[in-house]
């Protein structure tokens, strides 16, 4: 359950602004995207691990995740997806309907926490044309409220025509 925090709504709609996303003619490499701070529940937490299916105790059971190294609850790795979502406005191109992932790598440097307040620094790197499909290369740098980085990714997307 949440500790005196109430889960902070982000848009899931992904056509909710649709025709207010950059084409894939109007993206700029290098260009840093919007992004929006997102404050991490421990609802949301342990409602995405939920989700997808993983109640490790680290997520759920404050006695557990005390006393291992992490001293406290964490965030699996794996909720910088919902992360990317969370710290973007609904006019971010990577919500654009038809998306699809075409690979990304991941680094995770320290884990997020129940109260962290997570920024988002991304940027499309590149983008490219490869057997008649529209390729996006991008990445994201996910930072806590001491500045310190989360994680660090870099992928590939196949824009919508």
């Keep these: 359950m949440?500790?005196?925090?109430?889960?902070?709504?982000?848009?899931?709609?992904?056509?909710?602004?649709?025709?207010?996303?950059?084409?894939?003619?109007?993206?700029?490499?290098?260009?840093?995207?919007?992004?929006?701070?997102?404050?991490?529940?421990?609802?949301?937490?342990?409602?995405?691990?939920?989700?997808?299916?993983?109640?490790?105790?680290?997520?759920?059971?404050?006695?557990?995740?005390?006393?291992?190294?992490?001293?406290?609850?964490?965030?699996?790795?794996?909720?910088?997806?919902m992360l990317m979502f969370a710290c973007t406005p609904t006019t971010d191109f990577m919500r654009s309907p038809g998306t699809i992932n075409a690979g990304q790598s991941w680094s995770y440097n320290i884990p997020a926490r129940p109260g962290d307040t997570i920024t988002m620094q991304a940027r499309a790197l590149d983008k490219f044309i490869k057997k008649e499909r529209l390729f996006v290369v991008h990445d994201n740098v996910f930072f806590n409220q001491r500045d310190e980085v989360i994680c660090s990714g870099r992928g590939q997307t196949i824009r919508p025509m």
């Design 2 to 81: 949440a500790q005196g925090h109430e889960t902070q709504e982000f848009e899931t709609d992904f056509w909710k602004d649709a025709k207010n996303r950059k084409s894939w003619d109007e993206i700029v490499p290098g260009e840093p995207r919007k992004t929006v701070p997102y404050e991490l529940t421990l609802e949301a937490i342990q409602l995405y691990c939920r989700s997808v299916g993983d109640v490790h105790p680290l997520y759920f059971d404050e006695e557990y995740a005390r006393a291992s190294r992490y001293g406290g609850l964490i965030a699996p790795p794996s909720i910088h997806i």
